[in-house]
């Protein structure tokens, strides 16, 4: 994603536009739609590429119904009756947009864009039983209809851009010998050489489609969404099936089974953990102690820090600092072999020392790139120097408009959302009015001026 | 509008208990809502460096985007160049080399070779230097607050 539009979504009035990069920091006081923003993305992912309803209520975000989730404005009594949330890609030149309205009291995407290049196909859901499809190729196009396919009996699964489209094309014309019926009648605006472009644009829509994208990805994990509070480490586990969850409560059973089941990956995996370990501080060795031989033997996570008074003792995961077990979550899933292709983090800095902050912004910088994206939510100043100084420094392969920090900023009735950029010297760009200013006035008081 | 500290003013801007008038009116310019941006790198960044409450505010300054860090190895190069051509009457090359590079145009100092040096156009380019100076008054005069307002000071 390249940039993120929204309209009238939570506290986000009228139309607004993110810039998104490989590396997205969100920043702002609390209550300013930060996770709101994270949940979108989510939904985005899951309506332009799962093709499936969002669901808004689905941990880590619960935004409840639609009425609380639409923009509203009690005070002004302004409510808005529906939401938009789009994304373009500009690598491919695609952009999707969706609009929200309410059924049954929840959002559903009654209307789906999508424009790749100069084609355009817009379906607007009508009912069970059929949608209008309108192709366009720049300003001239043509109206259709198709089935839905929805199921309606639980609203969760839409019928895809592409079927939908191929079914728009053929009664269009292109299928089948109406091609010419439909040009000789004057109804189809588009001649054979425009039904070649729009089959070519339909069969960029497949590759949108993950499955087509990203074959080596368990869906349930497209795209890892962690809580803000991570699972509480236990002294003992039993194992169980990794399951993926926004508290990565599955993370210990992840290690123990890949450790047991496919020690070269967790050799690597390992390796690329304690690296991290030693860069923050936290740990310089991760072990799973299993008591038994079989994949249902209980086991613990084990870790060791070298130096100090602990050089020597490996120390069971819960007796050790809670920075740890709260920090492993996500780092095991930044590291491991088949990482999706988008995280968005909640604060991943809790309970974290500053230094362990600052390794998390380089371990982010080394991660993201063209096929992975991380936006992160974060109050850590602490990270997102370090981004902008290894980005400035040459320490990551990031460049500088491989990162963007969005700046939520809370208004009288809403919030708006600047884009902020770096420069290859570290420079801050694009910073509104009022950036950091509780910060300056907190210096100022400190240093007695 | 973007600015460059001279070290010989340092105090009267960021030292508690010798801060200016006029000092503290640049300070709070610095450091209110959507004013000023102060400048640095090379000589001039290592100099006021040894000084940490400026330190503490020029990272602060830089986080928040209005403070602006020249690349050290490109002032030190134009500090050279200024240096080999022999065209400044004041030592202060390397001031002048950040206001070549950054495109500040207004220079707190109250060293008059150095102020002389930043108006002439032939020392630096484009848009004329101006000076915001206590030498004659500490305190606020229409003079500073005129400066501090304009906003035409930064080229490029």
Wanted: hydrophobic fraction near 35%; glycine fraction near 8%.
């Amino acid at each position: 994603m390249d940039s993120v539009t929204l309209k009238d979504f939570r506290c986000f009035r009228g139309e607004q536009t993110a810039r998104m990069a490989p590396l997205t920091l969100l920043v702002g006081e609390n209550s300013t739609g930060k996770t709101s923003f994270l949940a979108i993305l989510r939904a985005l992912w899951e309506v332009a590429v799962n093709e499936v309803v969002p669901d808004f209520r689905r941990e880590p975000y619960d935004l409840g119904a639609f009425s609380e989730i639409v923009y509203n404005d009690s005070s002004r009594g302004e409510q808005a009756d529906s939401f938009e949330a789009g994304f373009r890609d500009s690598e491919g030149a695609v952009s999707f947009r969706f609009t929200f309205q309410d059924v049954d009291g929840v959002p559903f995407p009654v209307s789906r864009y999508v424009s790749i290049g100069n084609s355009w196909f817009d379906v607007q859901h009508q009912s069970s039983l059929y949608s209008e499809v309108r192709i366009g190729i720049e300003d001239r196009d043509l109206l259709t209809l198709v089935e839905s396919g929805v199921r309606r009996a639980n609203y969760d699964l839409l019928r895809g851009f592409e079927g939908v489209i191929g079914d728009a094309l053929g009664r269009a014309g292109r299928k089948n010998e109406s091609v010419s019926q439909a040009m000789d009648t004057g109804d189809c605006p588009f001649d054979e050489d425009d039904f070649k472009r729009l089959e070519e644009a339909r069969e960029e829509i497949a590759f949108w489609q993950i499955r087509e994208r990203y074959p080596q990805l368990n869906l349930e994990s497209a795209p890892f969404a962690s809580a803000p509070v991570r699972s509480k480490p236990q002294r003992t586990y039993d194992p169980s099936r990794p399951i993926t969850d926004p508290e990565g409560a599955y993370i210990p059973s992840y290690l123990s089974m890949m450790s047991r089941r496919d020690p070269g990956s967790w050799r690597k995996l390992k390796e690329r953990l304690e690296s991290f370990g030693t860069d923050s501080g936290l740990f310089d060795e991760i072990a799973v102690e299993s008591f038994g031989k079989t994949d249902a033997s209980p086991f613990q996570i084990q870790i060791r820090k070298i130096g100090g008074k602990l050089k020597g003792n490996r120390r069971n995961l819960i007796d050790v600092g809670y920075g740890v077990s709260q920090t492993l979550p996500i780092i095991t899933e930044l590291l491991r072999s088949d990482a999706p292709p988008l995280f968005l983090l909640q604060q991943p800095e809790v309970h974290l020392h500053p230094s362990a902050q600052a390794a998390l912004g380089s371990q982010f910088c080394s991660v993201s790139g063209p096929d992975r994206q991380l936006v992160v939510e974060t109050h850590s100043d602490y990270i997102i120097d370090r981004v902008r100084m290894d980005v400035r420094d040459g320490k990551t392969d990031l460049k500088p408009e491989d990162v963007s920090i969005l700046y939520f900023e809370r208004g009288e009735s809403d919030v708006k959302i600047h884009s902020i950029r770096l420069d290859a010297d570290g420079n801050v760009l694009d910073a509104p009015e009022g950036y950091r200013q509780f910060f300056a006035d907190e210096l100022t008081r400190s240093i007695g001026l | 509008m973007c600015a460059i500290v001279d070290t010989n003013v340092y105090h009267e801007v960021f030292s508690p208990g010798s801060q200016s008038d006029a000092g503290k009116y640049f300070y709070d310019w610095l450091m209110r809502k959507n004013e000023g941006t102060i400048v640095s790198g090379g000589e001039h960044l290592r100099e006021l460096n040894q000084i940490a409450d400026f330190k503490r505010v020029f990272a602060e300054r830089l986080q928040a985007g209005r403070a602006r860090r020249i690349p050290d190895e490109d002032v030190d190069s134009e500090t050279e160049t200024i240096r080999s051509q022999g065209i400044c009457n004041s030592n202060d090359e390397h001031v002048i080399a950040l206001a070549r590079l950054s495109g500040a145009r207004l220079l707190f100092t109250n060293d008059g070779a150095l102020q002389n040096d930043f108006r002439d156009r032939s020392v630096v380019e484009g848009t004329r230097g101006r000076v915001y100076t206590t030498v004659q008054f500490k305190d606020v005069r229409k003079t500073h607050r005129y400066l501090l307002r304009r906003s035409d000071l930064c080229d490029g």
